[in-house]
């Protein structure tokens, strides 16, 4: 299993970001696809998540209204769409996957076994 993520940069408040994820050795059809991040010196936080259980996304309280996680229009990729950035949105973003969808433990990063490399998101005037 691979996970590819990309599109990070840089993004002034109040600007827009989209990053995807690239899965290969899965089909994402069968498995809940998570972004997660973790901004220097923190931990990294769940910043949301699509369940293939039910359909939904699910997101933090720091990004709901905000970020929107979406299938993406190539096969076997997921997107997160990041509007009306603020500067505390800094951090290398990441993307994870597993068969598994844990409900309300969603955001519990040691729970997922398969993650991408991490892209830098940085939001900044």
């Known amino acids: 299993v691979q996970l590819q993520a990309s599109g990070g940069g840089l993004a002034q408040p109040g600007g827009s970001l989209r990053l995807s994820c690239a899965a290969s050795g899965i089909s994402l059809a069968l498995y809940a696809m998570c972004w997660f991040r973790q901004a220097p010196g923190k931990g990294r936080e769940g910043v949301g998540c699509?369940?293939?259980?039910?359909?939904?996304?699910y997101y933090a309280d720091s990004v709901k209204d905000r970020f929107t996680i979406s299938r993406g229009n190539a096969k076997n990729t997921v997107s997160l769409q990041m509007n009306n950035l603020k500067p505390e949105d800094t951090a290398v973003y990441y993307c994870a996957t597993d068969l598994n969808w844990y409900g309300n433990s969603w955001n519990n990063p040691g729970l997922y076994g398969y993650w991408g490399q991490g892209t830098q998101v940085t939001v900044s005037s």
């Open positions: 699509y369940s293939t259980s039910d359909g939904l996304a």
